[in-house]
């Protein structure tokens, strides 16, 4: 940061052993204490902007620049190499391994970069690759000391509708609160999982909405929703995506769902993908994924095209854009 901040949080938010460790009491001013912020930390509203800045500062004088029409994408012109930063998480696209060591190398001169090949495999025969993150699960539970849990093959409760009924009814959650502890289970168990579920198994996406979206006052229904999670991640620990070589014909699948969410709310979500033949996924098979994460099913799917655009992948010459939902497909003309 160029410069200082400061921000007021109230003494009762602090947990008592980090009230007594650092004498906060004695620095509260009228049941507040001041904080002076000189870098990045959980929550700052501007998190994004400081990431971007030190990212730039790092990126920029081995030659990456950015794109134009999509924030947070930068592109080596002279080698095949694509960085995209969001907050504080970032994707590379590479081709060959020179590259990935260029890349590897101008990170390490401000960053600490683990470097783990596990979990890719490439048959450039059949030009596919199949990813996984092996380890991730089994890590998460063993974490969260969920040991010995019984098959499941949902993340979560199928709650069946009411066939012939005008009203169709939902439920409401009458169950009691959880204490401060269990709710911070709820909060590492949302907030270790989407990782995984964004980028190798999307089948986990819906049930951890429900249970982020509860969290802020979890009940012991939350505590059960999460636990129904991590039966399923655990009879399930090793998904694997494989994304298929194909032309650059972008799709959006989305749907809805009706009275499913809590307080009587209907979800819509979808997702956007690449594929020359969209109407063979299943699951997660084969695919050339774009993205793979709830979104909002009405919003215009505009800047996508012009993010393959930036990526130097420009859709082909009839600028196909196929969107399909609630089992009726229909197909319209990007301008």
């Known amino acids: 940061m160029e410069r200082a901040e400061f921000a007021r949080v109230r003494l009762s938010t602090f947990p008592l052993c980090i009230v007594d460790q650092y004498d906060l009491t004695s620095l509260a001013c009228k049941g507040f204490v001041y904080i002076q912020i000189d870098g990045g930390m959980h929550g700052l509203p501007r998190a994004a902007l400081l990431a971007n800045q030190q990212i730039v500062h790092t990126l920029a004088p081995a ?11 930068f592109v080596h012109t002279p080698k095949p190499i694509m960085f995209a930063l969001i907050v504080d998480d970032f994707g590379i696209q590479y081709v060959g391994k020179p590259a990935a060591n260029f890349c590897i190398f101008t990170l390490k001169q401000d960053h600490t970069i683990p470097i783990d090949w596990i979990g890719t495999k490439w048959d450039y025969t059949e030009r596919f690759v199949e990813l996984s993150m092996p380890g991730y699960v089994a890590r998460a539970l063993e974490r969260f000391a969920h040991t010995d849990p019984p098959p499941s093959d949902s993340p979560h409760q199928h709650v069946p509708p009411q066939c012939g009924a005008k009203v169709q009814m939902t439920a409401l959650d009458t169950s009691p609160p959880l204490d401060a502890d269990a709710t911070t289970r709820i909060h590492a168990i949302v ?39 991590l039966n399923y991640v655990a009879t399930h620990p090793d998904g694997i995506i494989k994304c298929f070589a194909s032309m650059v014909v972008l799709h959006k699948y989305t749907d809805a769902s009706y009275l499913s969410e809590a307080k009587a709310r209907s979800p819509a979500s979808g997702f956007f993908f690449l594929s020359t033949h969209p109407d063979k996924l299943n699951g997660l098979t084969s695919m050339s994924l774009l993205a793979s ?16 655009a930036s990526m130097l992948k420009p859709l082909p010459p009839s600028g196909m854009l196929s969107m399909k939902w609630d089992g009726l497909a229909c197909c319209c003309h990007h301008n």
């Open 191 to 229: 907030g270790v999982f989407p990782h995984c579920a964004r980028t190798i198994n999307n089948t986990m996406l819906v049930a951890l909405g429900t249970v982020a979206l509860q969290q802020a006052s979890a009940t012991e229904a939350t505590a059960n929703a999460c636990i129904d999670l």
């Open 63 to 73: 030659g990456f620049v950015a794109a134009h029409q999509t924030l947070g994408l």
């Open 293 to 308: 994460c709830a979104t909002s099913s009405l919003r215009p799917p505009k800047p996508r095209p012009a993010l393959l």
